[in-house]
Structures are given as structure tokens and as C-alpha cells.
């Protein structure tokens, strides 16, 4: 596979400081006036629409019904939240699972507590205009994606699953915040991302259609985000996180319900904040991904081993783990939510 270098403007680094308000993962966990638990989550990048669910949770008081005074911080990428949930930096991360195989594939001492998106959104994502209507139509394209993340190891099975080689197309290394601008700027023909995120904003900032070659409609779906903690907080604290499951669950099931509300409740979220319109397109999407056909009826985050299953065995397959393990190595079932 030919691969090409480029340096876009870097994300400002993401301080993750225990100041705020994240208990330690052994011990007792810091209360606000009201005597509510102070939690912090970290999301896997700036809030759009996929996290309405988690504003809305918080602005229809769900989560102070189960004890929680929340504090939603973004991150920087599936990673570095992971990362910053094993060192203790925040009490629960939201991250890929291709990037939790692979952290606890090098010792962190992380498990997933739910996947909530079970079918994945990776996608190749192009102007419309390219013509791209199948796989076999990426051949000698220039395609724009971030070194070592979870999309660019997975997109060779995607290849290989569709009958192309790496050889026959070329990758250019960008960093993850200057993907889009590549595109628009026709530096590359398509990147690599979720088309629940950078798609619709895209499309908004270009003013032209964009189109997707989506990883699950072409041979590969595998296991998305979902909620973690690191090992010592769900030993240590089990109450705590079986509530903070169940209020995460509870706050999909009200979100999937009111899509218009929850992608109100995110105004102010960030100064990145997409537009209302895009938000909505983000998270209509998004309500697509929460089950798959084992999972279907039952609560957002309930999960089954075989589903598991399929997933690690791709990333096995893949070389992002060097083994196959059993799927309670990566996850928790034990806090299932109910209903």
C-alpha cells in the first residue's frame, strides 16, 4: 500500500485533571452539595450528535435520579480516553471497541460495561460527485486516514473482504481533526471515519452531497462505542457503576424517544458543536446502530457473547490483538442493564 505523510493542525491537547470532580477508583467517591456522586465521563471526541443521549440524560435529570451529578468532558480520540479511564483520569470513558481490544490486548486494566452502537458507523466518505458506488470503485483513489487508529487497521479486512489488495489504492496519513479539510480541499478523494460524524458535517461545510461505502453494508460490521471504567472503579464500586449503567441506558431509551429534545439538551456542549441540523442528522443515524438482530427489543447496552464473539475475532483477524480471548477479558456482563 503507497502511503503519503501530512501534518494538519493539531487538536489542543486534552487536560484530563482529577480536579474535576472524578473520585478515585478505590475509596469513597466525592459528593456534590446534594449528596449526588461525581462523576465524570469522557467521551471518544468533541460532543455531536451521537452523545445527545448523555446531555439529554442530564437536562431531564435522569441520571440525578440514579445518584449521578454528571460531568461530560470531551476527549481526543477512542485512545486517549481509554487510556485516561485506565490511569483513573475519569470514572467512565465512551470509546470504540477496536481500541478497547486493543488496550487491554497491552495491559490496561479497562472492560467495557455496554456497547451501545452494535453495528459499526466506520465508512469510506466521499462528494457524491466521485462516483463511487462500490468498493471496487476505489481503486486508485486517494484516501485520507489517521495512522494506528482502529479505521485504518480495519480497513485492510474491509479490502480484503470486497476482493481488493492494499496495493491498489493510496492511504495518506492525516491527522484525525484535518480528515474533512483534505477532502474538501480535493487533497484526497474520501477519508476514513464514522459516518455519524464527519459526513453530515462535510457535506454542510462544502454544500454539496457526500456518500458512504459503510463497513457493515459491505461484508464487515463489528462492535462501536460503548461505556468503560477502568478494573479498580467497577471492583471497588460497584453500585456506582451499576447505576451510572442503568442511567446511560435509560438516557438512550428517552433520547431514542425525543431525537429532537436530546439534540436540543447538547446546545452549548462545545465550541465545536456542529449545527442543529447536522446534530440531527448525526444522531438519526446514530439510533440505527443500537442493536443487532440477537439484541433487538431489549435495552440499549445489553450485549450477548456472541456478538462478542464476532467482534474480537475480526480484530484478531486483523492483528489488533494478538490473541482471541474470551469476551468477559473485555467485557463486564454483570451490570447488564435491565428492561
Request: with cysteine; aromatic share 8%; proline share 4%.
Amino acid at each position: 500500500m503507497k502511503l503519503r505523510t501530512f501534518t494538519a493542525v493539531l487538536v489542543p491537547t486534552l487536560l484530563l485533571a482529577a480536579a474535576t470532580g472524578c473520585g478515585s477508583s478505590s475509596g469513597e467517591q466525592s459528593k456534590n452539595a446534594q449528596g449526588l456522586d461525581k462523576v465524570t465521563l469522557t467521551l471518544n471526541w468533541y460532543p455531536y450528535g451521537e452523545h445527545a443521549p448523555f446531555y439529554f440524560g442530564k437536562k431531564q435529570a435522569i441520571f440525578e435520579k440514579h445518584g449521578i451529578d454528571l460531568t461530560i468532558q470531551a476527549g481526543q480520540g477512542s485512545q486517549k480516553t481509554i487510556q485516561a479511564t485506565a490511569a483513573g483520569q475519569t470514572d467512565f470513558g465512551w470509546a470504540d471497541t477496536p481500541a478497547l481490544l486493543g488496550g487491554v490486548g497491552q495491559g490496561m486494566k479497562v472492560k467495557s460495561l455496554g456497547v451501545f452502537l452494535q453495528t459499526t458507523p466506520s465508512s469510506v466518505q466521499f462528494f457524491t460527485e466521485e462516483n463511487i458506488k462500490s468498493p471496487a470503485d476505489l481503486k486508485g483513489k486517494t484516501i485520507a486516514t489517521t495512522a494506528g487508529d482502529a479505521l485504518s487497521k480495519t480497513f485492510p479486512a474491509f479490502l480484503k473482504a470486497n476482493g481488493l489488495s492494499e496495493s491498489d489504492l493510496t492511504l495518506q496519513n492525516i491527522d484525525a481533526a484535518g480528515k474533512m479539510a483534505a477532502v474538501i480541499s480535493g487533497q484526497t478523494d474520501a477519508l476514513l471515519g464514522f459516518a455519524t460524524d464527519q459526513g453530515p458535517t462535510m457535506q454542510e461545510k462544502a454544500g454539496k452531497p457526500v456518500s458512504y461505502l459503510k463497513f457493515a453494508d459491505h461484508g464487515l460490521s463489528f462492535y462501536s462505542n460503548g461505556l468503560l471504567a477502568n478494573e479498580d472503579t467497577i471492583k471497588d464500586k460497584k453500585d456506582l457503576v451499576t447505576r451510572m449503567v442503568a442511567a446511560t441506558s435509560e438516557a438512550w431509551t428517552a433520547a431514542a424517544g425525543n431525537p429532537s429534545g436530546a439534540v436540543d439538551a447538547m446546545e452549548g456542549a462545545s465550541q465545536q458543536l456542529p449545527s442543529k441540523a447536522v446534530l440531527t442528522e448525526q444522531f438519526t443515524a446514530t439510533l440505527k446502530l443500537l442493536h443487532t438482530d440477537a439484541t433487538q427489543g431489549q435495552a440499549p447496552g445489553v450485549n450477548t457473547e456472541d456478538d462478542w464473539n464476532k467482534t474480537i475475532a475480526i480484530f484478531a483477524e486483523a492483528g489488533m490483538i494478538t490473541k482471541a480471548e474470551p469476551p468477559a477479558t473485555y467485557w463486564d456482563a454483570s451490570f447488564a442493564p435491565k428492561g
